[in-house]
């Protein structure tokens, strides 16, 4: 992974930029999923503030970095909501800017007891976020600690954002999802960090990705492309990390979950804050499984994500003496 001259580097820049979406989440809790045409009663539901972008600003925030969100919401309702959400939370969002002639984007969340869940989004404003935007963010990108991107703004977009990251020398973590909106050939080798689930490393590799010995075929096949560490998420399985050397398994942390929506953006959030904060590579994705397994114990996204304190006194508890 990187070099301890790289890390004295990112110390000296500042903080996590996040680019990515914004949305409104509603969440339903239902026993089972609905199959095509079928009708459930939901027993309980939740209003709150999502979108891989936003998560991942708040989970980097929680587990504290400077986190900075980039991103675009309407001028509405629930534009009101995500900025006053966003900023209780401790993400900066001077860059989170209204449109008047767009709506805020929406997801509706439907979560069963198992704690599995189906999600569809409306990208609303998040689609009016174009490559012109990025050009005035140069000097805060060239400044940034880790650049934190996704694929739920339009493409064009990401590929000029992890460019211009790369061209400044600044670490860049994408998150490829959702499925099939990215060209990882694009831009492989302008990523310093590829952090896909189980399901999005199936399809950039065509092979399945179920067991930790897949992923970790799949992790080194895609890591060959230039990029510089691949790290796939596999739930409850925990994660495979291949960096140039033999992969290596890392155990999830044991928790008994009940909702996983917004797992994965925990874990990239946290992964982005450690690194920036100056953790080795190896010990930012234990933490980030750490953060991740605790977020799933709790309903909803944002709103499952443990404050500092808690998720600080989780990690001291599992360090060796002496270290954390």
């Keep these: 992974m990187a070099t301890e001259a790289a ?22 809790s239902t026993a089972v999923l609905p199959r095509p045409g079928e009708t459930v009663f939901g027993d309980g539901a939740m209003i709150g503030v999502g979108g891989k972008g936003a998560n991942q600003a708040v989970a980097a925030a929680a587990t504290g970095a400077a986190a900075t969100l980039v991103a675009r919401v309407g001028e509405d309702a ?7 959400q966003l900023r209780a939370r401790g993400v900066a969002i001077d860059e989170l800017r209204g449109l008047a002639d767009a709506e805020t984007g929406l997801a509706a969340i439907y979560v069963e007891r198992s704690g599995q869940n189906c999600i569809v989004v409306v990208p609303g404003a998040n689609a009016r976020f174009t490559p012109a935007d990025l050009e005035p963010l140069a000097p805060r990108i060239a400044s940034a600690a880790v650049v934190v991107l996704q694929g739920e703004i339009a493409a064009e977009t990401v590929y000029r954002a992890a460019a211009m990251a790369a061209a400044r020398g ?5 998150n490829p999802a959702p499925r099939g909106v990215l060209e990882l050939g694009r831009m492989a080798r302008s990523l310093s960090y590829l952090v896909p689930n189980e399901t999005e490393a199936a399809e950039l ?13 799949a992790a080194v096949a895609l890591q060959r492309q230039g990029i510089g560490c691949v790290i796939i998420t596999l739930g409850a399985q925990g994660c495979v990390v291949a ?16 909702d996983t929506t917004g797992a994965g953006d925990a874990f990239v959030g946290c992964l982005a804050a450690s690194l920036a904060g100056g953790s080795p590579p190896d010990e930012a994705v234990r933490r980030a499984g750490v953060y991740a397994a605790l977020s799933t114990t709790r309903r909803g996204a944002q709103q499952s994500y443990p404050p500092r304190e808690e998720f600080e006194g989780a990690w001291r508890a599992l360090a060796p003496p002496g270290r954390g």
């Design 78 to 84: 629930f534009g009101r909501l995500v900025r006053d």
């Design 170 to 174: 600044t670490p860049v973590i994408l």
């Design 243 to 258: 960096d140039g050397g033999a992969p290596r398994h890392v155990a999830a942390h044991p928790v008994t979950a009940v």
């Design 7 to 28: 890390r004295a580097t990112a110390l000296e820049r500042h903080g996590v930029l996040v680019i990515g979406s914004a949305n409104v989440d509603v969440s339903v």
């Design 205 to 217: 590799t065509g092979a399945p990705v179920k067991t930790p010995e897949q992923a970790a075929t």
